[in-house]
C-alpha cells in the first residue's frame, strides 16, 4: 500500500485546512483503518484521528471539537478537516493505513510522506 497526502499549507490562526490522503496498491483491499498522525519539531508522532471501514472515529484530546476525519471506501481516500487551528498544531501530518495481511491477524501499517501544516500567530 502506498498512501500520497495532500492539503497541507500556511494558514493564521483560527484558520481552517482539509488535508486528503490516496491509497494506493494491489492491497488496498486488506487496509480497515486509516488515520492521521503529527508531528511537531522536536517531539514524538502522536495521534490526531482514526477511521474504521465502518465509521468508527478515534481523536486525541488536543483535536477533539476541532478536527473531523471522514473517508471514502471507494475512492480509498480519507480526509482531515480541521478547523479553529492553533500555533501548537504546526507539525508535519502523517496519513496511515493499518492492514490484516495474513489469516493469522498480522497488522502492518503503512505510512505516507507527510505534509506540512504551519499556523502562524
Known amino acids: 500500500v502506498q498512501l500520497v497526502e495532500s492539503g497541507g499549507g500556511l494558514v493564521q490562526t483560527g484558520g481552517s485546512l482539509r488535508l486528503s490522503c490516496v491509497a494506493f496498491?494491489?492491497?488496498?483491499?486488506?487496509?480497515?483503518?486509516m488515520g492521521w498522525y503529527r508531528q511537531a519539531p522536536g517531539k514524538e508522532r502522536e495521534l490526531g484521528g482514526t477511521?474504521?471501514?465502518?465509521?468508527?472515529?478515534n481523536y486525541a484530546d488536543s483535536v477533539k471539537g476541532r478536527f473531523t476525519i471522514s473517508r471514502e471506501n471507494a475512492r480509498n481516500t480519507v480526509y482531515l478537516q480541521m478547523n479553529s487551528l492553533r500555533p501548537d498544531d504546526t507539525a508535519v501530518y502523517y496519513c496511515?493505513?493499518?492492514?490484516?495481511?495474513?489469516?493469522?491477524?498480522?497488522?502492518?501499517?503503512?505510512w505516507g510522506q507527510g505534509t506540512q501544516v504551519t499556523v502562524s500567530s
Open positions: 496511515s493505513a493499518d492492514s490484516t495481511v495474513n489469516v493469522e491477524g498480522a497488522q502492518v501499517r503503512a
Open positions: 477511521i474504521t471501514n465502518d465509521g468508527y472515529r
Open positions: 496498491g494491489r492491497s488496498v483491499y486488506t487496509i480497515h483503518t
